[in-house]
């Protein structure tokens, strides 16, 4: 199943509804209809943070969009967990 428009339609509605702050701690693949209902929820000053992935050399969505805070993992030491996806910075 595809999450995306369901992930998007729930981002619309948690702005329509007075949210402050959007976690989202799953990610997939770039969408222009996530990315649009990311915008929107910006532009209403809502802070949207999510996950940046495991496992993959690169962040993945909604993460990697510039208007998102991107969340990456560490370990018990505080460090950088190995398996997290990263970025630039």
Not at 75 to 88: D, F, M, P, Q, V
Request: one cysteine or more; a positive charge; proline letters at 3%.
């Amino acid at each position: 199943m595809h999450l995306t428009p369901q992930l998007a339609k729930a981002i619309d509605y948690a702005v329509e509804n007075g949210a402050h702050v959007i976690s989202i701690r799953l990610g997939g693949v770039p969408s222009l209809r996530l990315w649009w209902s990311i915008v929107n929820a910006q532009r209403k000053g809502v802070i949207v943070a999510a996950a940046a992935g495991n496992c993959v050399q690169f962040v993945i969505w909604p993460a990697a969009y510039d208007e998102v805070i991107g969340v990456a993992a560490c370990n018990a030491k505080r460090k950088i967990w190995i398996g997290s996806s990263r970025g630039e910075g």
